[in-house]
C-alpha cells in the first residue's frame, strides 16, 4: 500500500530516551507527558523527557533503592520518588530553594501506596490499597499538610490528567469505580458505578482489570472505556468497547458500544475526539466517531468502525551514530510490537526501542476510503485540522472525473453552512453581550472560538468557486446550477450573500450570453442588491444595454446609493435627469453647483448650461436673497450665459422647478 491508503501515523519527531535495560529504568509521567530514564537508582543520573521540552531536564540523585514511580509536579517545580510501599521522598526544584529532600509516609496505618498523582504545581494524592489521601506540598517548610483523606478499598487506580479526575477500582470483582474529582484544594466525590462484566463470573476472585480500562476527554466530555472482550448479546460475536459518560455532576451513564467484531488482545487511544483500536493479531487498527450516525436502541448507541482496518503507516527509525555511519538506510520500526505501551490520549512508547510517539490521524486517504460524502463532511468537520481537506473534497466534486450531482452538492453546502451559521450566531450573541455589559446573571464572557470547521464565503469563492467557474470544460449550465445551490444554501440558513458571489454568477451568465436569464435573476431579486453589483452592471451596458437601467433601478432600490445614481447620470450627460433626482429626494440645496454645471459644459448643449445655470442662480437667490455665487464655489470660470438664451431656457426652469418632468422620470423606473 502506498502511503494515501494509511490514515494513522506516528508523529515525524519522537521523543527519544535511552532504552530500558536491567541498569536504565523508564518511567512515564501521564500528567506531564514526560518519560524519566533512570540509570542505577539515579545515582548515575536521571533524564526527563517531554513532547514540548526542547532541552531535557538532567539530574542525579542518591540511590536509596529501587524506584517504584517518579513523577514532577505541574510546571516541573517539585519532584516526588516513591521507592517503599509507605512513603514518597520529595525534592525541591525551585531556584534558590533548599535542594534536601523531605519524605511524607502514608497516614493509613498498615496501608499501602499503590501510586501517586500530582494535581497542581504543590498539591498531590497517595492512592493506596486502602483509600487516596489529599496533601497540599509546603516546599519552603519541606513538609505536606493533609487535605482529605477517604477510606475505601482499593484495587487498583486510573488518573485522567486532563479531567483532573481519579478512578478507583473496588469491591471484591474490582468492577465498582469510584471516581474523585480534584480541584484548587478540593477533593470532591462522585457517584460510583457499577462495570457491566460479559457474564456472571464463576469466580469471586478479581478479574476486571486496568488493562481494560480507559479514561479520555472526547467531545469535551469524560468517558471511560471498558474493552469488554466478550458480548452480553449471545448472537453477537467479538470484542467491543463500552463508553460510560462520567459528567462532573449526576450519575454515570452507559452512552456507546463500539462493535470491534473482532477477538483478540486490544489496545486504545483517543486522537483528534476518535476512538483509535489497535488489534496486535492482525497488525491494524480501527477508527469510531461517536458523533456520527449509529444504531440507538433506546439506552445506548452502537457504532461500527467509520472506515475499514488498516495499519499505522511504516515507520522507518533513522540510525544514530556519526555522520558517515549514518548515511545507511534507517530501520523499519516493528509496529504493533509486544513492547508497546499505550497511554491516553494519544501516546505510543515503546521502552525496549526508546520511543514516545504521538499517534496522528491523516485525513487526506479518508476521502477515498469513504465515498458518502455526506458522511464524509459530518466526519471531517470534527476533525481539527479539516479546513483545507474540505475545500479539496469540494473541488474534487465539481471536477470533470469526480463530478458530484447537484443533491449531493446541496447537501454538502448545508453541512457547511450549518457550521457556518453556528459561528456567525455565537459571534453576534458574544457581541451583544459584550454591548450589553456584565450582569451578575451572564456567566464569564468567552469569544467564540473559530474553528477550522467554519468555511466562509470567501474561503469557497477563493479555494472552490472561482477555479470551478474558470474550467472551460464544464458545462456552463452546470456551472451556473452549482453557483446557484450554494446561494440558495446561504439563504436556507439566513447568511448575507457576498457580493463577490452575485458577480460570479453574473459574469459567468455574461460569459455564455445568458442575458435573459441575467434580467430574470435581477428581476426577481434572485441576486441581492448592492452597490458593487451595480457598478458591475453599468460596466456591462456595452455588451447589454439594458444593464445600465437595471443599475439604476438598482441604486434606487437600496435607497443609500443617492450619489452614485447622480454620478452615473452625470456621467451619462443626463445632467437634468440627475438634478431632478436630487430635487425628488430633498437635497438640491446642498449640492456642488459646479459640479453640475462641469457636466452641462461638456455636453456642448448651450439651452441645457443656460438651464442650469439659471436654476443654481435661483437657488442662491431663495437661499441667501443674492443670485450670485460665493468665492468659495470657484465659480469664476463659469461665465453666465448671454440674454439670447433666456426665452428659450425660461420653459427649461420652469419645467424644472415644477417637477412634472421629475414625476415622468420615476414613472415605471428611473431613466426611460
Not at 539530574?59 to 509507605?86: H, P, W, Y
Not at 496505618?109 to 492512592?127: D, P, R
Not at 436556507?492 to 434580467?519: D, R, S
Amino acid at each position: 500500500m502506498g502511503e494515501e491508503d494509511y490514515y494513522l501515523e506516528l508523529c515525524e519527531r519522537p521523543v527519544q530516551f535511552e532504552k530500558a535495560n536491567p541498569v536504565n529504568c523508564v518511567f512515564f509521567d501521564e500528567a506531564n507527558k514526560q518519560v524519566f530514564a533512570v540509570r542505577s537508582g539515579g545515582a548515575t543520573g536521571v533524564v526527563v523527557k517531554g513532547p514540548d521540552d526542547r532541552n531535557p531536564i538532567s539530574f542525579r540523585m542518591e540511590d536509596k533503592g529501587e524506584v517504584k514511580c517518579i513523577k514532577f509536579s505541574l510546571e516541573n517545580k517539585i519532584l516526588a520518588v516513591q521507592r517503599t510501599s509507605k512513603t514518597v521522598d520529595f525534592s525541591n526544584f525551585i531556584p534558590d530553594s533548599s535542594q534536601l529532600e523531605y519524605t511524607q509516609e502514608c497516614k493509613t496505618k498498615n496501608a499501602h501506596i499503590l501510586g501517586f498523582c500530582w494535581t497542581s504545581s504543590t498539591e498531590i494524592v497517595f492512592i493506596t490499597d486502602q483509600g487516596i489521601e489529599f496533601y497540599q506540598v509546603l516546599p519552603e517548610k519541606r513538609s505536606l499538610k493533609l487535605l482529605k483523606s477517604q477510606n475505601i478499598n482499593v484495587n487498583w487506580y486510573m488518573y485522567c490528567p486532563e479531567s483532573a479526575v481519579i478512578l478507583l477500582s473496588t469491591t471484591v470483582l474490582g468492577n465498582v469505580l469510584q471516581p474523585f474529582y480534584f480541584r484548587a484544594g478540593t477533593m470532591t466525590k462522585l457517584p460510583k458505578f457499577e462495570i457491566e462484566l460479559p457474564a456472571a463470573p464463576k469466580s469471586t476472585k478479581l478479574n476486571f482489570s486496568e488493562r481494560d480500562i480507559a479514561m479520555a476527554i472526547i467531545y469535551g466530555q469524560l468517558y471511560v472505556l471498558f474493552l469488554r472482550h466478550h458480548s452480553r448479546t449471545s448472537n453477537s460475536t467479538g470484542a467491543e468497547v463500552v463508553l460510560y459518560h462520567l459528567p462532573r455532576e449526576g450519575a454515570c451513564k452507559k452512552m456507546h458500544i463500539l462493535k470491534l467484531n473482532r477477538t483478540g488482545k486490544f489496545a486504545l487511544n483517543v486522537v483528534d475526539n476518535l476512538v483509535v483500536v489497535h488489534h496486535q493479531d492482525t497488525e491494524t487498527s480501527v477508527i469510531f466517531d461517536i458523533k456520527l450516525r449509529g444504531e440507538f436502541d433506546g439506552t445506548v448507541t452502537f457504532h461500527h468502525p467509520v472506515l475499514p482496518a488498516r495499519s499505522i503507516q511504516p515507520y522507518q527509525i533513522p540510525v544514530a551514530g556519526p555522520a558517515p555511519v549514518t548515511s545507511q538506510s534507517p530501520v523499519p520500526c516493528k509496529l504493533y510490537s509486544s513492547s508497546w505501551i499505550v497511554f491516553q490520549p494519544d501516546i505510543i512508547i515503546s521502552a525496549s526501542q526508546g520511543y514516545l510517539w504521538n499517534l496522528q490521524v491523516k485525513l487526506q486517504p479518508i476521502v477515498n476510503l469513504l465515498p458518502d460524502k455526506g458522511r464524509l463532511m459530518d466526519f471531517l468537520l470534527q476533525r481539527k485540522e479539516c479546513k483545507m481537506v474540505i475545500l479539496s473534497v469540494c473541488s474534487q466534486m465539481l471536477s470533470e472525473s469526480d463530478r458530484a450531482t447537484l443533491p449531493v452538492l446541496a447537501t454538502v453546502f448545508d453541512k457547511l453552512n450549518h457550521e457556518y451559521k453556528k459561528y456567525l450566531d455565537a459571534e453576534q450573541s458574544y457581541t451583544m453581550a459584550v454591548e450589553a455589559g456584565p450582569s451578575r446573571s451572564s456567566p464569564l464572557l468567552k469569544r467564540p472560538l473559530r474553528t477550522q470547521a467554519v468555511l466562509d464565503q470567501s474561503d469557497m469563492y477563493t479555494h472552490v468557486l472561482s477555479a470551478f467557474t474558470e474550467k472551460k470544460e464544464m458545462p456552463h449550465k452546470f456551472v451556473i446550477a452549482v453557483l446557484m445551490e450554494y446561494i440558495r444554501s446561504l439563504n436556507q440558513f439566513q447568511i448575507a450573500v457576498q457580493h463577490y458571489l452575485h458577480e460570479l454568477v453574473i459574469k459567468t451568465l455574461v460569459q455564455h450570453n445568458l442575458f435573459y436569464m441575467l434580467h430574470q435573476f435581477l428581476q426577481y431579486h434572485v441576486l441581492s442588491d448592492s452597490k458593487p453589483l451595480a457598478c458591475l452592471l453599468l460596466s456591462l451596458e456595452s455588451f447589454y444595454p439594458p444593464a445600465h437601467q437595471l443599475s439604476l433601478d438598482m441604486l434606487k432600490r437600496l435607497s443609500t446609493a443617492n450619489d452614485e445614481i447622480v454620478e452615473v447620470l452625470l456621467s451619462k450627460h443626463q445632467v437634468l435627469a440627475a438634478l431632478r433626482f436630487i430635487r425628488g429626494i430633498g437635497g438640491h440645496d446642498n449640492i456642488s453647483a459646479r459640479k453640475f454645471l462641469d457636466a452641462a459644459k461638456q455636453t456642448e448643449d448651450n439651452m441645457l448650461f443656460y438651464t442650469i445655470f439659471r436654476f443654481f442662480e435661483q437657488r442662491n437667490q431663495r437661499l441667501r436673497g443674492n443670485p450670485n455665487f460665493t468665492p468659495g464655489e470657484n465659480m469664476a470660470a463659469m461665465e453666465r450665459p448671454g440674454a439670447t438664451a433666456d426665452s428659450d431656457s425660461g420653459r427649461r426652469t420652469q419645467q424644472l422647478g415644477a417637477g412634472s418632468l421629475g414625476e415622468a422620470f420615476w414613472s415605471g423606473g428611473l431613466l426611460r
